[in-house]
């Protein structure tokens, strides 16, 4: 049985301490990113990989799982559009959908024939806290609960082949991507840390021990399920 996890985004952030953990578990690494990583890790192949040109996604997909035939698959890639309802375009909802979600469905088909035929998979979709509501997110906030529902779905739909599909939702997470949108030195930043239960940012290693208890081979009956990694911030406002 391969060893082998794809994830999607795995150059930088908490794809990259994702990526990291994996290797500690023992398995190999299959990096999919528009840029390669500083330095790849024991075990780590990396391909070049731009999730908002649809066909060329398909093709290094398809490249990907005939070398390595991952039977674990973390969609983590994203991108975030800033902006209020009233400046949220359509060409940002698209470009939005089309990476941080439309991605996920391309790799979950991509690697299915595998896992099915293996009779077993794990596929974690990294969605967020703003998928239950964040001001200025509508674009991304609707593509991290479309990888919520995606879980839910699948999960449904792929018991029976032996695969498993759960969402981790992270909340305010000190990475690059979040500092972009939230400067330091930013009033907003300042509040939303101190709304924070355990008054601290996250670390995308917090984010990554909770993926790995997903992809585990012995968390087969945990399914359809959404992590909140948030340092206790959605207590109160995610369903029970």
């Known amino acids: 049985m391969s060893d082998a996890v794809l994830i999607t985004g795995g150059s930088g952030g908490i794809g990259r301490a994702i990526a990291r953990r994996a290797v500690e578990a023992g ?3 299959v990096n999919l ?3 390669a990583p500083d330095t790849l890790l024991p075990r780590e192949s990396f391909f070049e990989c731009d999730f908002g040109d649809l066909a060329a996604a398909r093709a290094v997909l398809a490249e990907a799982a005939a070398k390595h035939a991952p039977l674990r698959l973390v969609n983590n890639v994203g991108v975030v559009k800033p902006a209020s309802i009233e400046e949220t375009t359509p060409e940002d909802l698209a470009t939005v ?3 941080n979600l439309r991605s996920a469905l391309l790799a979950a088909q991509a690697l299915l024939p595998a896992m099915r035929a293996a009779r077993f998979g ?3 979709n990294i969605a967020s806290r703003a998928a239950l509501g964040k001001e200025l997110r509508s674009a991304y906030g609707a593509s991290k609960a479309g990888l919520i529902g995606l879980a839910r779905t699948w999960a449904l739909e792929l018991a029976a082949d032996g695969i498993t599909v759960n969402a981790i939702g992270p909340g305010p997470i ?3 991507l979040f500092r972009r949108a939230n400067p330091d030195n930013s009033p907003r930043t300042r509040a939303i840390i101190d709304g924070v239960p355990v008054k601290r940012l996250g670390t995308p290693e917090d ?3 909770g993926v790995h208890f997903f992809l585990d081979e012995r968390a087969g009956f945990v399914t359809g399920q959404v992590l909140y990694v948030c340092g206790g911030m959605t207590v109160g406002l995610a369903p029970v």
Do not use: F, P
């Open 97 to 99: 959908m089309d990476v």
């Open 207 to 209: 984010v990554a021990h």
């Open 174 to 176: 000190a990475t690059e």
């Open 33 to 35: 990113d528009m840029r």
């Open 27 to 29: 398995l190999s690494v």
């Open 122 to 124: 794990r596929i974690v």
